[in-house]
C-alpha cells in the first residue's frame, strides 16, 4: 500500500493522509481544512491533491475542524462514499461544519468587498471575487454519509480492511484508529529477517488523530491501542512540558482574582467551543462549588459552544470518571448559578460596554474568527482587563502574535490597538498531550521493536524535528518527519 502525505506535514492544521492499498481501495484518514491565515487558505484547501469522486472512503478521528473541516467541500467535488467515526464525532461534526460553513460566507463576503474596492473599474471577463468552499446545503448532504461505531469494536471497510477506533482522550468521540489491511507484504523492513517476501499478511497501520492529555478534568485518559507495524504520530506539543493539573486550576483562579477581584477588570478567555470550552466551565463549577470562585458573572458567549456542551451531556458514559464521580451530587458539571450562556447576538455586544468585572469565554481559541474578537478589540486598551490564552496558536494567528514580547500594537479588523491589557497564558489546559505523556501512552501500549515505521505529523517543524529526536530515543526505528505530498510505500 501507498500512504500519501497532504496536510498537516510540518504545520499543525489541515490533516490528510490519502491511503491506497494494493486491491485499490482509496482510504483518507481525516479531511482537515488548512485554518490560520484567513484568506491566504484559501488556495490550499481548493488544492486537495486528489479527485474526491474516486475516493471509496474517510475514516475521521475526531471533529475538530483542522481533521473534518473539508468533508462538505470533497462531497461537492463528487465524494460519496462513507465517513467511518464514532457516534459523538458525528454529533460534534453536525454542528462544527454548519458553524463553519456560515463564517466561511462571512469571511468571502467581507473578502469580495474588499475587492470590490481595490477595483473599481473592473477588467471585462476577469474573475476578482471567490465562493466559499461550501454552503450549509453540501453539510447537510454529506451528514448522510457518516457511519458510526463505537470504541474497541473491531469491523470491516472491505474485505482487505478492518478498523478499530480506540477512545484517544483528546476530545469528545475522538479516537485513534487502528486499521488493519490483508496486502502483500512489500518494501518491509522485516523481510530478510522473515524470509517471506510476497507473502500475503495483514499489515497494520494506525493513525493517533490528536493525543489527549493523561489528566484531563472532563475526558479520560487516553486509552491503550491495538499493535501496530505502522505508525502516523502527532506532535503538536513535540518539544514541551505542560504544567500539573493542580497548577492549572490555582493559576486560572489566581488570573481571576487578579483581574476581576483586585483590578475591576473584565477577564477574556478566547476558548474553542468544543472541549477547551467545557473544561474551563468544568473547573470554574468545581471552585464554584467549592466556596473559592468570585461571586462574578461567568459568560460562555458562543451558540457553538452552548450546543456542543448539550452534546456533552448526551455522553455522559465518554467522560472521566471525577465528572461522573461530580454528577452524583451536581447534575449538571456545566453549569452554575453566577454563569450564563449566551446564544443572543444583541446580549453578545451588549459585553462589549460592560464595566463590572466579570468572565467571558467565547470562541475562537486562535482570535481568527468570532465574538471573542470583537470582545479583545474592546477590551485590550484596559489595564484593568485580561486576555487569558489556555491553549495552542497557529503562529500565524492573532492568538499567537498577541503574545510577542514586547509587543505594544496590534491589528483587529484593519484598525490599531494599543495593548494595555495583560496578556497571560496557561497552557495546562491543552487538549494535546505533552511529549513525555505521548512517548508514555505510544510505550505502554506498543510493544516499540516491532514498529516498522513512524511518520511524525501535525506539528510544526521544530516541534515535530524534536519530537523525532524523542521517539528515537524511546526506541523506535525508521522515524520520518514527511513533506507536503510526500508519498510512501509499505
Excluded at 195 to 202: F, I, P, Y
Excluded at 288 to 313: E, Q
Excluded at 399 to 420: C, M, N, T, V, Y
Aim: glycine share 8%; aromatic share 10%.
Amino acid at each position: 500500500m501507498k500512504v500519501q502525505f497532504l496536510g498537516a506535514t510540518r504545520e499543525v492544521t489541515g490533516s490528510k493522509h490519502l491511503i491506497t492499498t494494493d486491491s485499490g481501495h482509496t482510504i483518507l484518514l481525516d479531511c482537515g481544512m488548512f485554518q490560520g491565515k484567513g484568506m491566504e487558505t484559501d488556495a490550499a484547501n481548493r488544492d486537495l491533491g486528489f479527485d474526491p469522486a474516486k475516493l471509496d472512503c474517510v475514516v475521521l478521528s475526531h471533529a475538530h475542524i483542522d481533521h473534518s473541516g473539508l468533508l462538505p467541500y470533497i462531497y461537492k467535488l463528487g465524494f460519496r462514499g462513507d465517513i467511518y467515526c464514532t457516534p459523538a464525532t458525528r454529533d460534534l461534526c453536525a454542528l462544527m461544519l454548519a458553524d463553519t460553513a456560515f463564517i466561511q460566507e462571512q469571511d468571502v463576503r467581507t473578502y469580495n468587498k474588499k475587492i470590490d474596492r481595490q477595483n473599481p473599474h473592473k477588467e471585462k471577463g476577469k474573475k476578482y471575487f471567490i465562493e466559499p468552499l461550501y454552503n450549509q446545503h453540501d453539510v447537510d448532504k454529506v451528514m448522510h454519509h457518516f457511519v458510526t461505531y463505537g470504541y474497541d469494536r473491531r469491523f470491516r471497510l472491505f474485505d482487505d480492511v478492518l478498523l478499530t477506533f480506540t477512545n484517544s482522550g483528546h476530545m469528545l468521540g475522538g479516537a485513534i484508529c487502528s486499521l488493519e489491511i490483508y496486502e502483500e507484504r512489500v518494501n518491509d523492513f522485516r523481510v530478510s529477517e522473515l524470509g517471506n517476501e510476497g507473502q500475503k499478511c495483514w499489515k497494520r497501520l494506525t493513525y493517533t488523530g490528536d493525543i489527549g492529555r493523561k489528566h484531563c478534568h472532563i475526558l479520560p485518559s487516553p486509552q491503550l491501542f491495538p499493535q501496530c507495524d505502522y505508525l502516523i504520530c502527532e506532535s503538536t506539543y513535540g518539544d514541551r512540558l505542560h504544567d500539573e493539573e493542580l497548577v492549572t486550576e490555582e493559576q486560572l483562579l489566581g488570573v481571576v482574582d487578579d483581574t476581576c477581584v483586585y483590578r475591576k477588570g473584565q477577564l477574556l478567555i478566547p476558548s474553542f467551543s468544543v472541549g477547551r470550552t467545557q473544561e474551563i466551565v468544568y473547573v470554574l463549577n468545581q471552585l464554584y462549588n467549592d466556596g473559592r470562585l468570585p461571586h462574578i458573572p461567568v459568560y460562555v458567549d458562543s451558540p457553538m459552544s452552548t450546543n456542543a456542551t448539550h452534546i456533552f451531556r448526551m455522553y455522559p458514559e465518554e467522560l472521566s470518571d471525577e465528572v461522573r464521580d461530580t454528577m452524583r451530587f451536581d447534575p449538571d458539571p456545566f453549569g452554575f448559578n453566577t454563569l450564563r450562556y449566551i446564544t443572543d447576538i444583541r446580549e453578545s455586544k451588549a459585553l462589549n460596554h460592560k464595566e463590572d468585572p466579570c468572565i467571558i469565554i467565547s470562541a475562537s481559541g486562535m482570535l481568527e474568527a468570532g465574538r471573542i474578537k470583537h470582545h479583545v478589540a474592546n477590551h485590550i486598551s484596559d489595564p484593568r482587563c485580561t486576555i487569558l490564552i489556555v491553549g495552542y496558536c497557529e503562529p500565524r494567528t492573532l492568538g499567537a502574535r498577541i503574545q510577542e514580547p514586547g509587543l505594544q500594537w496590534i491589528s483587529i479588523f484593519g484598525q490599531d490597538h494599543r495593548i494595555k491589557a495583560q496578556i497571560t497564558k496557561i497552557e495546562g489546559f491543552s487538549g494535546h498531550g505533552d511529549y513525555q505523556e505521548m512517548i508514555d501512552y505510544l510505550t505502554r501500549s506498543l510493544q516499540v521493536d516491532k514498529v516498522q515505521r513512524v511518520f511524525v505529523v501535525h506539528g510544526e517543524e521544530q516541534s515535530a524535528q524534536t519530537y523525532k529526536g524523542h521517539l528515537q530515543d524511546a526506541g523506535f526505528k525508521h522515524v520520518e518527519v514527511p513533506e507536503k505530498g510526500q508519498i510512501v510505500e509499505l
